[in-house]
């Protein structure tokens, strides 16, 4: 998409202060993703420092539990820093190293993407300030002090919610004020063009791998692709590469917090409407006058009160379905999967495990489920106890 | 064709901003009016939004408690509607986009119209993405402002040329609010729209001080002043008028000839 648009969504809806720079950055990437001297040393950092390609594992166990599809599971939680927020961090961070900036800012909500960026930044020699909603540095102390570890400097944020939205609000604003030597490097397939595509293409590497590594399981595509989604990166690098295989089913899973019915939730494609915010035209959850809801999940990394464009245009058209997973069902499966695997994924991915419980045994034996596990959960562990009334603290 | 060159005709002008709804509509309206009474020669009326990005603190914290209040766009414009028949100061809105969308870009101009706004200042739109707007627009008579920041720079030209109503240059990068200081080489960047057109030119961000005024008037068509105005809105409530009206009367005895 030259123009930045899926369909009608998409766009550039950001300041005049940043224009000239957006430019610069797809000039920039539009010349490093043809430059294969970029393209090989993102590889070999993908392979020699992010341990790609990830494992596509056949949970042969729960697949007999649930007793329908054969269930693979896309480990993005074995990567290094624990998810797949690394995929496009390295090609974000080394993009931004070919531009000549020496400082990245990033927006965190569960923290992954912050301590993903922090380590980027180590490795590749450039100073990072990560933006967390104060809310989140709460539920997520540990990361916080791993990002500082890392040599990143943490700035709560408190305005508004305190949380992602408010975290990215606040990452826009400091990239406003300082572009010469800065690139925000924005940690979804959201924002203005050119983020959704080249957060996109950068985390495409999971369909990538995925589709190889079954086709030579299986000698055949899967019947469904699945994947939780917040801002839906994971999601977006889930489907990718499978969007022209019309026989495979694409299934994004939205936190739905207490529940689509409430106001407690996150699920922008089931209560979310048409707006522009952040940059971009999508579905957004907000009310009659275009003001941004507050929203609620479980999951800091599912919250956030809209979607991806290319998400948006996806269901749109029909190619990709999006449904609302609850905090309890979350909760449930993140349990389920640990017990009957040994897998403690996070509780974003936990979102995707709970659809799958529900589908996977309502199809065939012959068919097949490839769901995303786009994080481990550790970091969630604490939240978890105390969600089962356990008092439990870091 | 607006109010809006009203505003610049024979002297320097003088734009107020203000947030609608802090600390309610009602004293909105009678602030506007004092501000005119102290020669302000346009009024900027921010509609609150729960994210504005290209605002700072102060602005932030006005429209959260505008929105506290229960401010909304349809209150603002009945507001907007009873306040015209006392003053037919020019009026333009400054909008985040999403407000507009979500209440229809026709019906919002439309109302615009019907109410007496002029132009509109929407930080969010910027020049590649206004024609989803400004034929809708135009065809209402209001202006869609446009903006021109320090690092527009081969921009200026092709956002100018057809800028309509008063063109907003932003004096520093990043967000509204007091600076002590501003570092932007303005004046080249007027005279490269000078270059290009007759419109109005404004400057605003930063500016806060009767100095600042007068600096930035000199040297261009008209001063901006927003967080200095919402600050003693929000530090005196419901009885900011008094201190308004002095504040904006000394700012204006800044502006150059």
Redesign the interface.
């Known amino acids: 998409m030259s123009d930045g648009r899926f369909g009608k969504h998409g766009g550039q809806y950001i300041p005049e202060t940043l224009m000239n720079e957006i430019h610069k950055l797809e000039d920039a990437y539009e010349q490093c993703k043809s430059d294969p001297a970029f393209v090989e040393e993102l590889d070999r950092l993908n392979r020699e420092y992010a341990g790609r390609p990830s494992l596509l594992y056949y949970a042969e166990k729960m697949t007999r539990d649930l007793g329908g599809a054969k269930i693979y599971f896309k480990r993005e939680d074995l990567n290094h820093t624990g998810s797949h927020k690394i995929n496009n961090v390295l090609g974000q961070v080394l993009l931004a190293k070919k531009m000549g900036k020496t400082r990245v800012i990033a927006e965190t909500g569960a923290g992954q993407h912050g301590v993903a960026t922090a380590t980027a930044a180590a490795l590749l020699d450039m100073e990072c300030e990560v933006y967390m909603g104060k809310e989140d540095t709460i539920r997520q102390a540990l990361n916080v002090y791993r990002m500082e570890l890392l040599g990143a400097k943490v700035h709560p944020v408190e305005s508004g919610t305190a949380t992602l939205k408010d975290a990215v609000n606040a990452c826009m604003r400091e990239w406003t004020a300082r572009v010469h030597d800065t690139l925000y490097v924005l940690g979804s397939v959201m924002g203005p063009h050119p983020f959704p595509m080249m957060v996109g293409d950068f985390q495409s590497v999971i369909s990538r791998e995925a589709r190889e590594q079954i086709l030579s399981a299986e000698g055949r595509l899967p019947d469904v692709v699945m994947a939780c989604v917040g801002g839906g990166s994971n999601a977006m690098g889930s489907f990718r590469e499978f969007i022209g295989d019309e026989g495979v089913r694409l299934i994004g899973c939205e936190a739905a917090g207490h529940g689509v019915d409430t106001d407690r939730t996150a699920a922008t494609m089931a209560v979310g409407t048409e707006g522009i915010f952040h940059g971009m035209k999508s579905y957004f959850c907000q009310d009659e006058f275009g003001q941004i809801a507050p929203v609620y999940s479980i999951s800091a990394g599912l919250d956030y009160p809209g979607v991806g464009p290319e998400h948006a245009y996806l269901r749109d058209i029909g190619r990709a379905e999006y449904v609302p997973v609850t905090d309890e069902e979350a909760v449930r499966a993140f349990e389920y999967i640990a017990r009957t695997e040994g897998i403690i994924a996070a509780i974003e991915s936990s979102h995707a495990v709970a659809h799958l419980m529900k589908i996977a045994p309502e199809m065939g034996k012959d068919q097949i489920i490839i769901c995303t596990l786009s994080g481990r959960g550790d970091k969630d562990v604490a939240a978890i106890a105390r969600y089962r009334g356990i008092d439990l603290h870091e | 064709m607006s109010k809006i060159k009203n505003a610049f005709e024979k002297k320097k002008a003088f734009i107020g901003f203000l947030t609608a709804g802090d600390p309610s509509l009602e004293r909105t309206a009678e602030f506007v009016l004092e501000m005119e009474r102290a020669g302000a020669s346009l009024v900027e009326l921010g509609i609150p939004?729960?994210?504005p990005?290209?605002d700072?603190?102060v602005i932030?914290e006005a429209n959260?408690r505008a929105?506290g209040g229960g401010c909304?766009?349809?209150k603002i414009f009945d507001m907007v509607s009873s306040l015209r028949e006392k003053t037919q100061i020019p009026l333009v809105f400054l909008t985040y986009?999403?407000?507009v969308?979500?209440?229809g870009y026709e019906k919002f101009c439309e109302r615009c119209q019907s109410c007496g706004v002029d132009g509109l200042v929407i930080?969010?739109?910027?020049?590649?993405?206004r024609e989803e707007l400004a034929p809708i627009a135009r065809k209402y008579d209001v202006d869609v402002i446009a903006?021109?920041?320090?690092?527009?720079?081969e921009?200026i030209q092709m956002?100018a040329r057809d800028a309509t109503g008063f063109i907003y240059v932003?004096s520093s990068?990043?967000?509204t609010g007091a600076r002590r200081e501003i570092t932007t080489d303005v004046r080249e960047i007027v005279e490269t729209i000078r270059g290009v057109t007759d419109t109005p030119v404004a400057i605003g961000f930063g500016i806060n001080t009767k100095e600042q005024v007068q600096r930035y008037s000199s040297i261009s068509d008209g001063a901006i002043v927003g967080s200095a105005i919402v600050k003693i809105i929000g530090e005196y409530g419901e009885d900011a008028g008094e201190e308004l009206g002095r504040y904006v009367r000394e700012m204006v005895s800044g502006l150059a000839d």
């Open positions: 939004f729960s994210d990005i290209a700072g603190p932030q959260l929105l909304t766009t349809e986009l999403n407000t969308y979500k209440y930080p969010d739109l910027p020049f590649e993405e903006m021109i920041a320090p690092t527009s720079k921009r956002v932003v990068m990043g967000v």
